[in-house]
């Protein structure tokens, strides 16, 4: 069982629609992320949250709104999107972005399709 | 910035054959190195990191890599290939305390 939960696991939206992507760590950790997955592309970093701060915002279009209420929650929504931000995005989370070695934990991945 | 390259999008070799991943680094300073393993319709999970101690590190479900500073390489080992082991494996370096991932690469299996 990962420590990193993700939810919905699988979301279809029109490109008019507003749904939000959530993400749950159970590690204690203070630092989370938001990585984007698609096909025949390397790993894209989105977002970095550390102490419910965001530290880091990796040119991402507006259409993309993350949130971070707490420590242990992080959200992202979404809204008017294209087809082509159709991915696996993925939470992660480390313990604490000042430690020497930052070890990124993920989850599991909430499978995107716009249409 | 640093980076990662990872030799082979694919790679296939027969069950209990050894697996061989490359991987090469660029980087100013010495690097933390990670290789990751992403199961079909899963996240990534961490199979090993190097941390500057012992340049063999073992990692889960038998694999291993080697830190060669001459060679800037850090290639993921495993010396007999299981069928679970399909999956794509990323290398990755910490910069600034995130992740640079590789491109991964595609190991297949055959029975």
């Known amino acids: 069982e990962t420590g990193v939960t993700q939810t919905p696991r699988h979301l279809v939206m029109g490109m008019t629609n507003k749904k939000s992507l959530k993400c749950e760590q159970h590690l204690g950790h203070n630092a989370m992320y938001w990585y984007k997955q698609s096909a025949k592309k390397p790993l894209e970093l989105m977002f970095v949250y550390s102490l419910e701060e965001r530290v880091e915002n990796n040119s991402v279009p507006s259409r993309f709104s993350p949130e971070c209420p707490n420590s242990s929650h992080l959200f992202l929504h979404l809204h008017t999107l294209q087809p082509e931000d159709s991915a696996l995005y993925l939470c992660a989370s480390s313990q604490d972005l000042r430690a020497p070695v930052n070890t990124i934990y993920f989850g599991e991945g909430s499978w995107l399709t716009v249409v | ?111």
């Not at chain 2, 340049?55 to 060669?68: C, H, S, Y």
């Not at chain 2, 500073?69 to 679970?84: G, I, Q, R, V």
């Open chain 2, 1 to 111: 910035a640093q980076s990662v390259t990872q030799l082979g999008s694919h790679v296939s070799v027969s069950e209990g054959a050894l697996v061989l991943l490359r991987c090469n680094y660029s980087s100013s300073v010495p690097p933390y190195l990670f290789w990751y393993v992403q199961y079909p319709n899963q996240g990534l999970q961490l199979l090993l990191k190097y941390t500057s101690a012992a340049t063999l590190v073992k990692g889960i479900n038998g694999f291993e890599a080697e830190f060669k500073k001459s060679e800037t390489s850090f290639h993921l080992t495993k010396p007999s290939a299981h069928m679970s082991d399909a999956a794509e494996y990323f290398c990755a370096v910490s910069e600034a305390q995130k992740l640079v991932f590789g491109q991964g690469t595609r190991l297949t299996i055959n029975p």
